[in-house]
């Protein structure tokens, strides 16, 4: 019974979706500013720039409760291969993201995780080339190469994942040979 009120959920927001997709697009491109939160995670611009979703914390001072806003806003990153994308709940879902993600992360990248293995999958790779770019360029941007990630994800070889990994900055080099499986001793000269 859940499962089925879930899908009449998804069904109604997905023609929402729809509906508020004509009206954004209707009125000359996409700006980030003017969509709706519930559509803004990995959506790109009309003049390409990706849009992200920011988390706004306000605090009344007369009933002394706080509130949070979530604000889409343009950000410094640029896409470019799209404009005007407003990414699909089929990506989403494929690609292990969450529809209200606040910023732009690739903290997940670096570990066997659910979302890894979502990105990673052949479904996200060959039919979200939105998001596979948002993250080929997050993920060059720590030093790493998405691609061979993926490779190290598929086969589980801890050894290519840690050398395809950025060592961790706050233990520095002492924690990320810790944490690798394949750590040398230092040699006795």
């Known amino acids: 019974m859940a499962s089925k009120i879930t899908k009449g959920v998804y069904s109604v927001v997905f023609a929402l979706f729809c509906l ?4 954004v697009l ?6 980030c500013e003017k969509l709706p939160v519930e559509m803004c995670a990995f959506a790109v611009s009309s003049t390409g720039s990706r849009c992200v979703l920011e988390k706004k914390y306000s605090f009344a001072a007369a009933t002394h409760e706080a509130s949070i806003q979530y ?3 343009s950000s410094g990153i640029v896409a470019e291969k799209m404009m005007e994308w407003i990414e699909s709940e089929e990506c ?3 690609c292990g993201l969450q529809r209200m993600s ?4 690739t903290d997940d990248l670096s570990a066997y995780s659910h979302f890894t293995s979502k990105l990673c999958s052949d479904k996200c790779q060959n039919s979200c080339p939105n998001v596979v770019d948002l993250y080929l360029n997050l993920a060059a941007g720590e030093g790493m190469y998405l691609p061979q990630l993926c490779d190290a994800h598929k086969t589980r070889s801890r050894r290519m994942m840690y050398q395809t990994a ?3 900055a706050a ?3 002492k924690a990320f040979i810790l944490a690798s499986a394949t ?3 230092p040699t006795p000269y």
């Open 183 to 185: 750590a040398y001793a």
């Open 102 to 105: 606040v910023g732009m992360s």
């Open 92 to 94: 989403v879902q494929a």
């Open 71 to 73: 604000q889409c806003q």
């Open 20 to 23: 508020q997709s004509v009206f």
């Open 166 to 168: 950025p060592a961790p």
């Open 26 to 31: 209707g009125e000359g491109g996409v700006e």
């Open 171 to 173: 233990g520095g080099v």
